[in-house]
């Protein structure tokens, strides 16, 4: 169901909880499904012995990809019309991720209805890991 | 990185949706997605950055008969100064930043090119990794008429020593 600008207001959240105890078999999945096989994210001996990293990190693109659930389950399917995000802190095995999206505007643009979003994802430890912004199509 | 042939399929945005644990039904199920607005399978938002497949020279996807800097017997299968920098810490490369601007939502049976233009170059001091140089691309993904479809920005960082934590 899409969104009616009607409906929303600026200070409007949702939040969902993304992963619970982060798998690194999850890590190897989105290698594969994403092409990226960087070691850093699924050879723990490479990322411990060759790169000075403690373990395994999750891609910043999983990351932005499970992040971006919640703003297509609220905004509605084909309707994001922008979608960034700076990635803040790493991602371990492990973690449990929390997104929170809020509607930061409600605009019109040659007659289309925007709304604007701010979008943040924290681990357990309340640490953001991703924060970007989003912008989606709503009716009037 | 460009890109000449990007075939979105179906059975890719279904691995690729699994791989997010996103279960939206548009993203594997043709019945449903017939029902949704769009009315057809569309990609999940961040899956452009999957055209890295259809890269032939992708240098984070180990290459038939060439070295590969992951372990094996030992730590890494090539030395140092042959990674090209690809390796997170010491000099290597992390992700810093992504954007994408939707001019429509892609779907099985696109066929996409992606080209690449080099974008800007800055640098930053950082107490938990040292001297960080940021490099911009921007990325643009046309269909099979030559439309703008994704306009993607990356940012990538080379860090002077590994991120502390």
């Known amino acids: ?38 070691p850093l994210h699924t050879d723990d001996l490479y990322t411990r012995e060759v790169a000075g990293y403690p373990g395994v990190f999750a891609h910043g693109m999983l990351t932005m990809g499970m992040t971006g659930r919640l703003l297509t389950d609220w905004v509605g399917d084909g309707r994001l019309t922008d979608y960034g995000v700076r990635f803040v802190n790493q991602v371990w095995p ?17 007659g289309v209805h925007l709304v604007d979003l701010s979008v943040v994802t924290v681990n357990q430890d309340d640490i953001p890991v991703v924060t970007g912004t989003a912008t989606a199509r709503v009716d009037a | 990185m460009a890109v000449e042939r990007f075939p979105v399929e179906a059975s890719h945005i279904l691995m690729f949706a699994r791989s997010i644990g996103d279960p939206n039904p548009i993203y594997e199920d043709e019945a449903q997605a017939a029902e949704t607005e769009p009315g057809r ?13 259809f890269d032939p020279d992708y240098r984070l996807r180990p290459q038939i008969g060439e070295p590969w800097f992951g372990s094996g017997k030992e730590p890494t299968g090539v030395t140092r100064q042959s990674t090209g920098g ?8 992390l992700h810093a930043e992504q954007h994408f601007q939707y001019h429509r939502h892609i779907s099985p049976g696109d066929v996409l090119t992606a080209t690449v233009v080099p974008g800007e170059t800055w640098e930053k001091q950082s107490k938990r990794a040292g001297k960080l140089i940021f490099r911009e691309t921007v990325t ?11 306009t993607a920005r990356g940012v990538g960082v080379q860090t002077e020593k590994p991120v502390e934590n």
């Open chain 2, 140 to 150: 643009e993904y046309r269909d099979q008429h030559g439309e703008l479809v994704i």
């Open chain 2, 41 to 53: 399978i569309i990609a999940p938002p961040t899956f452009a950055q999957a055209s890295a497949q």
């Open chain 1, 1 to 38: 169901m899409a969104l009616s600008a009607a409906d929303l207001s600026v200070g409007d959240t949702r939040s969902m909880v993304l992963v619970e105890d982060l798998k690194r078999t999850q890590l190897v999945q989105y290698a594969g499904a994403s092409g990226d096989y960087n």
């Open chain 2, 86 to 93: 690809s390796g997170g810490g010491n000099g290597g490369s």
């Open chain 1, 94 to 110: 492990g973690d449990t991720l929390t997104a929170t999206a809020e509607i930061t505007a409600l605009r019109e643009e040659d």
